[in-house]
């Protein structure tokens, strides 16, 4: 690192040998073969997203008729990052013990919790993480906890059918796992689920989180869900909502009934 190295949070820019100096890499493909002109069509056309100056790193043939480049160009654009809010999960990180001996202590019995990908959605690498019990990166999945009753139903789950089996088992927790996202069909799906539990008089008496490549929180919530996860989510932190989620819940509960007393 050379040069400035203080920060300026309300002017934030990109970094790439000097602070501030806002260098941005680009990587992408022109469907043309590697020459001087398709150099200088790179060159071109990263000027005019605004970078200056532009310098390119490679190119090189992808294809028969494709040319690959990697290109360096600067920003003069900053932003202010004191004044980014964002809508996020406030869980606190509790791990495995902690969480199965909260449940122990505090509920008695064990949250019966329901993973499914609905729809069509065949890709169970996501809801395999968060469930089974080998769980991601060295964390546990839910199967492993002592405190939660954690069912993986594999995919290709409809709504309808998932919603029945919640209600069959007394389900404290639908955990949706959604891949597929084409034509936004994921988050009609997501809708769509929430509206049959709605009719049914399940979306208050269960927890409903959902998790995904596409997934966000605050797109799960727009969507009727209570928490949404994306790509990189260890198991741990589902279980810190579902359980904090939980205890706020059973806590409103209790303060409901004092006050009608």
């Given at each position: 690192?050379?040069?400035?190295?203080?920060?300026?949070?309300?002017?934030?820019?990109?970094?790439?040998?000097?602070m501030?100096?806002g260098t941005?890499q680009?990587?992408?493909?022109?469907?043309?073969?590697?020459?001087?002109?398709?150099?200088?069509?790179?060159v071109q056309?990263v000027?005019?997203?605004?970078?200056?100056?532009?310098?390119v790193a490679?190119?090189?043939?992808?294809?028969?008729?494709?040319a690959?480049?990697?290109?360096?160009?600067?920003?003069k654009?900053s932003?202010?990052?004191?004044k980014?809010?964002?809508?996020k999960i406030?869980?606190?990180?509790?791990?495995?013990?902690?969480?199965?001996?909260?449940?122990?202590?505090?509920?008695?019995?064990?949250?019966?919790v329901?993973g499914?990908?609905?729809?069509?959605?065949a890709?169970t690498?996501?809801i395999?993480?968060?469930m089974?019990?080998?769980?991601f990166?060295?964390?546990?999945?839910?199967?492993?906890?002592?405190?939660?009753?954690?069912?993986?139903?594999?995919?290709?789950?409809?709504?309808?059918?998932l919603?029945?089996l919640?209600?069959?088992e007394?389900?404290?927790v639908?955990?949706?796992?959604?891949?597929v996202?084409?034509?936004?069909?994921?988050i009609?799906?997501?809708?769509?689920l929430?509206?049959?539990?709605t009719?049914?008089g399940?979306r208050?008496?269960m927890?409903?989180?959902a998790?995904?490549?596409?997934v966000t929180?605050?797109?799960a919530?727009?969507?009727?869900?209570?928490?949404?996860?994306?790509?990189?989510?260890?198991?741990?932190?589902?279980?810190?909502f579902?359980?904090?989620?939980?205890?706020?819940?059973?806590a409103?509960?209790?303060a409901?009934?004092?006050?009608?007393k």
């Amino acid at each position: 690192m050379s040069g400035e190295t203080r920060v300026d949070l309300k002017k934030l820019k990109p970094y790439g040998d000097i602070m501030g100096d806002g260098t941005v890499q680009l990587c992408f493909t022109l469907p043309v073969e590697p020459s001087p002109e398709a150099r200088e069509a790179a060159v071109q056309l990263v000027q005019k997203m605004g970078f200056d100056p532009v310098k390119v790193a490679t190119m090189e043939k992808a294809a028969d008729g494709f040319a690959l480049f990697v290109i360096y160009g600067n920003t003069k654009f900053s932003l202010d990052f004191t004044k980014i809010k964002v809508l996020k999960i406030e869980a606190k990180k509790r791990s495995r013990e902690v969480i199965d001996e909260i449940i122990r202590t505090q509920i008695g019995r064990k949250l019966i919790v329901l993973g499914a990908c609905t729809g069509y959605d065949a890709h169970t690498v996501g809801i395999d993480a968060i469930m089974n019990m080998k769980g991601f990166a060295g964390d546990y999945g839910l199967e492993r906890y002592k405190g939660l009753d954690a069912r993986n139903l594999g995919a290709q789950v409809l709504n309808d059918d998932l919603l029945k089996l919640a209600v069959q088992e007394k389900a404290d927790v639908i955990l949706v796992s959604k891949v597929v996202s084409q034509h936004g069909i994921h988050i009609k799906d997501m809708k769509t689920l929430v509206e049959r539990a709605t009719k049914m008089g399940l979306r208050d008496k269960m927890i409903f989180v959902a998790g995904g490549p596409r997934v966000t929180h605050p797109m799960a919530l727009e969507c009727g869900f209570d928490a949404g996860f994306g790509v990189g989510t260890k198991p741990s932190e589902v279980a810190s909502f579902i359980l904090e989620e939980y205890l706020n819940r059973q806590a409103q509960s209790q303060a409901k009934t004092k006050k009608r007393k």
